[in-house]
């Protein structure tokens, strides 16, 4: 339980860093955002758990294929919003956005032959 406790401790700390920093930098809040922390950690976690390389292996490549269709939100918001689109409906279009891109990869994938 301890551990559990901790990786969640670790994980808040990153996001509370990240909307900390943005407030005053938003740039440098994007850079801590962008950087694969979150990866990392869950794949620092899965070692840990299960010494399987071929599960980090293939955790790697799934986070890979579904930061892709996640991009476009990072362009649809900030164009919603500067297009006096109001925060809410904004944020709520670009994650439609994403989740249908999420299902077109989870569609299209398998007809390249990669299996997630």
């Given at each position: 339980?301890?551990?559990?406790?901790?990786?969640?401790?670790?994980?808040?700390?990153?996001?509370?860093?990240?909307?900390?920093?943005?407030?005053?930098?938003?740039?440098?809040?994007?850079?801590?955002?962008?950087?694969?922390?979150?990866?990392?950690?869950?794949?620092?976690?899965?070692?840990?758990?299960?010494?399987?390389?071929?599960?980090?292996?293939?955790?790697?490549?799934?986070?890979?294929?579904?930061?892709?269709?996640?991009?476009?939100?990072?362009?649809?918001?900030?164009?919603?919003?500067r297009g006096n689109?109001?925060?809410?409906?904004?944020?709520?279009?670009?994650?439609?956005?994403?989740?249908?891109?999420?299902?077109?990869?989870?569609?299209?994938?398998?007809?390249?032959?990669?299996?997630?």
């Amino acid at each position: 339980m301890l551990y559990a406790v901790i990786k969640a401790l670790l994980s808040g700390v990153i996001v509370l860093a990240v909307s900390e920093v943005a407030k005053r930098y938003p740039g440098w809040g994007g850079l801590i955002a962008s950087l694969p922390l979150i990866s990392i950690l869950g794949i620092v976690w899965l070692w840990r758990d299960t010494s399987d390389t071929a599960r980090i292996a293939a955790h790697a490549e799934a986070t890979f294929w579904f930061v892709l269709p996640s991009l476009p939100m990072f362009l649809v918001l900030p164009a919603l919003l500067r297009g006096n689109v109001a925060f809410w409906p904004a944020l709520g279009a670009s994650c439609l956005l994403t989740i249908t891109l999420y299902a077109l990869m989870i569609w299209l994938l398998p007809r390249f032959g990669i299996t997630l």
